[in-house]
């Protein structure tokens, strides 16, 4: 049964420390999004991938957080320094090699930093 | 830019109808429709592509009007399964890029 595979699932860290966050995406999916979801604005796109190159991460805070895709089968989201704000939770979703297809999302990493 | 929703909730009794729209300010290649019960993740309902198509499966189903960017979510006979955040997902060209707008909650009673 083909899944996305997100760790961790809960993350409760002190301000200033580094979150990494990892996703596996679906096995021939080569479409990654990175999505962050809170009460006020819902799901945030912040970073999608495509081949595994980095297509936009204007949804991204520069200074603090970096996406990567070091090979097809990792997608990792770093929060460094990370703040009080940064606390949501965290989606990552893959998608099919061709056309526009169906987005299949992980569980999300619930992030609180204290 | 985020596609808008509305309502942005919605409170039904089980069999009654309830129509979710979302409108975009920009052109519209597709719109998805996504939704997520508490605490799980979100899942496909349906696309539509541009062309002004109308999808649906079993009571839930979809149009797009392309020219004026929106697109509207029907839910006819609703069931208590329905309950749940409603998402529409803009993808604004032919590069992939999928914003969600910020959702409807949809509860249907007993």
């Known amino acids: 049964d083909a899944r996305v595979t997100q760790t961790p699932r809960d993350k409760v860290t002190e301000m200033g420390q580094e979150v990494t966050m990892r996703c596996q995406p679906i096995?021939?999916?080569?479409?990654v999004f990175w999505y962050r979801q809170t009460m006020m604005q819902g799901l945030e796109l912040l970073a999608y991938?495509?081949?595994?190159?980095?297509?936009?991460d204007s949804g991204m805070p520069k200074d603090r957080f970096s996406a990567e895709m070091p090979d097809a089968t990792l997608a990792t989201l770093k929060i460094q320094p990370s703040e009080p704000r940064d606390s949501a939770v965290y989606f990552c979703?893959?998608?099919?090699?061709?056309?526009?297809?169906?987005?299949?999302f992980g569980e999300g990493s619930r992030l609180t930093v204290l | 830019q985020q596609p808008v929703q509305s309502p942005q909730a919605v409170i039904l009794r089980e069999g009654e109808d309830a129509v979710i729209n979302c409108s975009s300010s920009?052109?519209?290649?597709?719109v998805h429709w996504y939704r997520q019960k508490h605490g799980e993740a979100p899942v496909f309902l349906m696309i539509l592509l541009k062309g002004g198509e109308q999808k649906g499966h079993d009571k839930i189903s979809a149009s797009f009007n392309e020219k004026k960017q929106q697109s509207s979510l029907y839910l006819t006979a609703s069931q208590l399964s329905y309950s749940g955040t409603y998402f529409c997902?803009?993808?604004?060209?032919?590069?992939?890029?999928?914003?969600f707008g910020k959702g409807t909650l949809l509860t249907v009673n007993p």
């Open positions: 997902g803009a993808r604004g060209g032919s590069n992939y890029k999928l914003t």
């Open positions: 096995l021939g999916h080569n479409t």
């Open positions: 991938f495509r081949n595994r190159a980095p297509l936009d």
């Open positions: 979703a893959s998608g099919p090699r061709e056309g526009d297809g169906e987005l299949f």
């Open positions: 920009k052109a519209l290649y597709s």
